[in-house]
């Protein structure tokens, strides 16, 4: 056991974790860090929003200079794939990032521990280094273990020809044919990038519509674009099985006939990673999901110890334990910190994106509460033309009374960027009146965002 007791020890070196090791070091707190893997940075860095969005680029890219330079005037001819290549690229932007992290944890004094942590009281985690085990101590404890992919039952994975994220991030060839379970974000954008490498991609989804939770409007005209980009989807389809057979993946669903393929990407979710922690020892109970209860300030029953990020459930998203990592050690060393659950923008990077923050039109219905619409059509944007990314558009959701925006949704190129003066707008209470009265600089696709705010009092300029 070292004889040094932290101030805080971190379980779990993930967005929510390491950037509160980060922040509770500025703030003079000697810290450490626990994480199993060799990288810190967690699924989202090592095996989730970065690498896939490296292939998303260089997949978009790819399709693009196969199918859309000639309107450009850019005649190309003898387009090839290196597969090869593009998993390299993916490899070195992770590799440079997590890299990044190490040097961010030694300017700020952070020990890491790279080994399987294990808590055995409120002040104590046993970690496992190469089989070696040592004790770290510290005055709080805070778990940010985050979360895994979700298992099916019947769904047989072999982490090769069936399989889930991780594994459709590190294919060695494209398949002739991939079978997606699940129409949400993950499943659409990795879908996505087999699509656009050659791919026959069907998607299976057991409810009525793909991405569940968002907008519905939005997620219908998602669809429809999917569907000329070569997507097939199949929705009320609930999976029985899918297993290997013969060197080829069958998946049965109830009612139809069975699919054949070459691969099966599981993506029905995600859940916590609470189990094999060590939580029986403190006494700590899981929600019949897996979650860690905790309470405004992310205590868990027992004094001292907290949890934050994906394990405590809510929007499972990066940003979200990032920001949840920061509000904890703020308040933690007595600074006062709010973080505003109603203001988290989640975005799926398709192409074209899909960008949403605050409440859908389906969530404000069911709350009883009236509403204006404002819509800004990317076809009556000019740099969105000039782009040649005319499909798409913008929905702003105001207060009948206040004018408010309550709900900023959209679907179009770069949506991932605009969504962010929408959260700006919701988390200064502004209204649809305050965006349309600033002066958004032309042509950008930021005029979008404009012109739905000019929208919800009826006096659009560009849109019919």
């Known amino acids: 056991m070292s004889g040094i007791e932290y101030d805080l020890v971190v379980l779990g070196g993930g967005p929510g974790g390491y950037v509160a090791a980060i922040r509770a070091a500025q703030l003079g707190l000697s810290v450490a860090c626990i994480d199993e893997n060799s990288k810190f940075g967690g699924t989202c860095l090592r095996v989730g929003c970065i690498p896939s969005k490296a292939l998303l680029e260089s997949s978009h890219l790819y399709h693009d200079t196969k199918s859309s330079l000639g309107i450009h005037g850019i005649q190309v001819s003898g387009v090839q794939l290196d597969l090869a290549a593009m998993m390299k690229r993916k490899d070195q932007i992770v590799s440079t990032l997590t890299g990044g992290i190490d040097l961010l944890f030694k300017k700020n004094k952070i020990t890491p521990f790279r080994g399987r942590g294990v808590i055995t009281s409120a002040n104590e985690v046993e970690v496992t280094i190469d089989g070696v085990k040592s004790t770290v101590r510290g005055k709080r404890l805070l778990i940010t273990t985050g979360s895994k992919p979700a298992s099916m039952r019947g769904v047989e994975e072999d982490c090769v020809l069936i399989g889930n994220s991780t594994t459709a991030l590190s294919f060695d060839k494209v398949p002739e044919t991939l079978t997606v379970i699940g129409g949400g974000y993950i499943g659409l954008e990795l879908g996505s990038v087999w699509n656009r490498l050659g791919s026959k991609v069907i998607v299976l989804e057991a409810m ?71 939580l029986e020892n403190l006494g700590i109970e899981l929600d019949k999901r897996g979650f860690i209860t905790v309470d405004g300030n992310y205590q868990t029953k027992v004094p001292g110890v907290y949890a934050l990020g994906d394990v405590i459930g809510g929007a499972m998203l990066a940003h979200k334990a990032m920001e949840e990592g920061i509000v904890f050690v703020e308040r933690l060393c007595s600074i006062h910190s709010h973080f505003n659950y109603d203001c988290i923008p989640a975005i799926v990077y398709t192409h074209p994106e899909i960008a949403t923050v605050g409440k859908t039109e389906e969530q404000l219905k069911e709350a009883g509460i009236a509403y204006k619409k404002g819509v800004g059509a990317y076809g009556a944007n000019g740099r969105a033309r000039t782009l040649g990314e005319s499909e798409g558009r913008v929905k702003i959701l105001a207060d009948a009374k206040t004018d408010r925006v309550l709900g900023v949704h959209i679907l ?5 960027d605009l969504i962010a003066e929408a959260a700006v707008a919701i988390e200064f209470g502004a209204s649809s009146e305050d965006i349309a009265r600033s002066c958004h600089a032309h042509p950008t696709l930021a005029e979008t965002l404009h012109e739905a705010a000019l929208a919800v009092d009826q006096r659009a300029i560009h849109s019919a």
Do not use: H, N
């Open 412 to 416: 179009g190129a770069r949506a991932g």
């Open 208 to 278: 009525d519509r793909i991405l569940p939770g968002m907008d519905q409007e939005l997620s219908q005209l998602a669809q429809r674009v999917f569907t000329k980009q070569g997507i097939e989807f199949r929705l009320q389809s609930w999976v029985e099985s899918a297993q290997v057979q013969g060197g080829k993946c069958v998946v049965k669903c109830k009612g139809a006939d069975p699919i054949e393929c070459d691969r099966v990407l599981l993506a029905a979710g995600r859940v916590p990673l609470s189990q094999g922690i060590g």
